[in-house]
């Protein structure tokens, strides 16, 4: 699987499974989903199909 991130709640998306992003470029445009008064998103990273905390993956580093 190797790793993957997840941009959830998005307004708008700005690329496409599997494309190369370089850090700092956007994704897409916030967006506010249910009952919420206000724009946001949740991000997640999964490893080989499991879940992980993106805090403590990227404090470390991931080697990919």
């Known amino acids: ?8 709640n998005l307004s708008e998306v700005s690329v496409a499974m599997g494309d190369a992003v370089k ?3 956007p994704v897409g445009k916030t967006g506010k989903t249910g009952y919420a008064s206000t724009d946001g998103i949740r991000f997640s990273i999964m490893i080989d199909g499991v879940f ?4 403590t993956n ?3 580093g991931i080697s990919y």
């Open 52 to 55: 992980v905390n993106p805090f």
């Open 1 to 8: 699987f190797g790793m993957i991130s997840v941009y959830e």
């Open 23 to 25: 850090i700092g470029s």
């Open 58 to 60: 990227y404090r470390y």
